[in-house]
């Protein structure tokens, strides 16, 4: 059976979804030489032209309610146009944990999810309803910041993602349709230091980019206050690991955020203490990644007070 590919866009109302699947079938033909499905669920400014659509075999149906979209629904229309790729413009309000959980139609498999956003209102949405803009990139494979300047903070948009969904693609278009293909702004501390002093408020933008980027911290000393992970009877002799609790999305979505550490007097330092470590970082393989990452070896650590904010974030 010819397996039939099904793309995902996920975003806000008005953050570029539909003008995205129109670049995507007319301007690149994408949708050339096919049979097309377009599952829209919410109305957007910018609609689709039907006598346009008909140049690419292309067919829309719109479902306006979650209630609507189902696997039922999806065989059904499977059935009746029998397409050779789907294209679905979910709804910026919906979760998008149900759909992902569907038993999609024999031969449909999901390919590829994308999330546009607007990077002007980002901030704003990200204020006021932190939790159903992450909703929309969760389990996206690209992230797209459309509608971008000179000046949008890309590198605390990208945190804001990464935080959350460290396997996505990010791309910042800029008004003019162009790509801004410009490096990221520096990270707020000093990486050619002898030892780089890592501030509880950049303990998160630090560990987004050793995780993203661990060649380049190897061989580097980092001085920073971790809380100590080193529960009885769940660690390896030798082993334990300093990190911070770090909030991504929301109150609800606090997690723990530390790298391994090996250290032959682990087994003295108690679980859920604060310290005050100097360790050099070696980029090597170690299991808890499954592969190679950073693995910190101690040169002082000493015993330290909590701070007053047991938090980081990642922006």
Known sequence: MQEVPVYLFTGFMDSGKTTLIHETLYDNEFGKDAKNLIICCEDGDVEYDEEKLKTI??????LENQEELTEAKLRELDIRFQPDQVFVEYNGTWEVGPFLEMDLPSGWVLVQSLATVDADTFEMYLANMRAMMMEQMFAADVVIFNRCEEDTPRGKFRRTVKALNRKAQIVYELKDGTIDERELEELPFDIHADVIDITDADYGIWYLDAMDDPKKYDGKKIHFLGLV??????????????????MTCCEADIQFVGFKCKYEHAEKIAHRSWIDITAEVRYEFAMEYHGRGPVLYPVSIKEAQKPEDELVYFS
């Open 229 to 246: 992970y080193r529960p009885e009877n769940k660690m390896k002799k030798g082993v334990f690991v300093p990190g911070r609790f770090a």
């Open 57 to 62: 075999r292309g067919h829309l149906v719109m």
